[in-house]
């Protein structure tokens, strides 16, 4: 699947729980793929519930669950390890 997107040069890939449904070896291996696009440049917006998968990424943003009775707000955290490309 990911040659297949690869194929049209994207700008971003968005990757929706890429990892969710794969062993663990693998799904370092998928996890590796995207660091390797990435240090060519590639933006990737990845979606994952995994904090394994999660710590391969630059930059974080986490949304939770507002408890029901409040009013909608979005909350969100950026962690400090932003990687930065000139």
Known sequence: MIARV????P??????EPTGNLDSRTSVEIMQIFQELNDQ????VLVTHEP???QFAGSH???RAVPQGLKPR???ALSARL????
């Open 61 to 63: 943003i986490r949304f």
């Open 6 to 9: 690869l194929v049209n040069k």
């Open 74 to 76: 979005v909350y969100f």
């Open 83 to 86: 990687k930065l490309v000139p």
């Open 41 to 44: 440049r590639l933006t990737i």
């Open 11 to 16: 700008a971003i890939l968005l990757a929706d």
């Open 52 to 54: 394994d998968a999660a």
